[in-house]
């Protein structure tokens, strides 16, 4: 299974509403990072965390990390129609050889006007 | 503006006519890569080039090639392309560090490519 595995897969809210979405992970990190992807476009990096820290805000956007549950979590506070996208998670390799982001599988939001 | 671009952004080709997809940035990224999005199978990284003339392969870089002759410039090459390559495909960058391909990474638009 993949290492960022996001929860839930599908979110509806109502516009002004908080969107919190989760992703786990398996192994060790040394950040994790959150994009956005609206229908078919491109992903546009969020925000990054490190794995020293604990929460990070960016405007209407928090994020926390537990490394100890292997977990992180996306806030997004009093949401806005254009906030309707796919957000996934992303975690760097370590010690695998690869050269590549690992990602989820992605929450889609909705957010009702 | 700093950013990444594609082209082309839609493709519909036939089965075994050669293909490019380019890749541009503008940010003196040296580190580049490819990746395609499919239903359920998520992004997957093809190729990747750590620096001009250094490129290796990624996740599946079967039906692929690439090359890397400028900094700003990361084509992506299909030779013969079969159905099973239709998918979403992008170019990121990342700026320089140690490990670039552990940090941001300013992903392209995205080309749709549809093989029949």
């Known amino acids: 299974s993949q290492q960022g595995e996001e929860d839930p897969q599908a979110l509806s809210i109502q516009e002004g509403e908080n969107a919190t979405m989760n992703c786990s992970y398996k192994?060790?990190?040394?950040?994790l990072q959150w994009y956005r992807q609206n229908s078919g476009r491109g992903l546009v990096h969020l925000i990054l965390?490190?794995?020293?820290?604990r929460e990070k805000h960016s405007g209407r956007l928090r994020v926390t990390l537990d490394t100890s549950k292997k977990s992180s979590s996306l806030l997004i506070t009093a949401s806005r129609a254009a906030d309707t996208a796919s957000y996934f998670c992303?975690?760097?390799?370590?010690?695998?050889?690869?050269?590549?982001?690992?990602f989820g599988s992605g929450t889609r939001l909705q957010v009702q006007p | 503006e700093a950013q990444v671009t594609q082209n082309p952004r839609y493709l519909i080709t036939v089965t075994g006519k050669k293909l490019t997809v380019t890749c541009s940035q503008n940010?003196?990224?040296?580190?580049m890569s490819w990746y395609r999005q499919d239903p359920g199978l998520g992004l997957r990284q093809i190729y990747y080039?750590?620096?001009?003339?250094?490129?290796d392969k990624g996740d599946v870089p079967e039906g692929y090639k690439v090359s890397r002759k400028e900094k700003r410039n990361f084509p992506l090459i299909l030779e013969s392309p079969s159905p099973n390559q239709t998918s979403l495909y992008f170019c990121?960058?990342?700026?320089?560090?140690?490990?670039?391909?552990?940090?941001?990474?300013?992903f392209g638009p995205g080309t749709r490519l549809l093989v029949l």
């Open positions: 990121a960058s990342s700026p320089t560090s140690a490990r670039p391909y552990q940090e941001t990474q300013y």
């Open positions: 192994t060790s990190i040394n950040n």
């Open positions: 965390i490190r794995s020293n820290e």
């Open positions: 992303a975690t760097p390799p370590l010690d695998t050889g690869r050269r590549a982001l690992t």
């Open positions: 940010m003196n990224h040296e580190y």
């Open positions: 080039s750590m620096n001009v003339e250094v490129t």
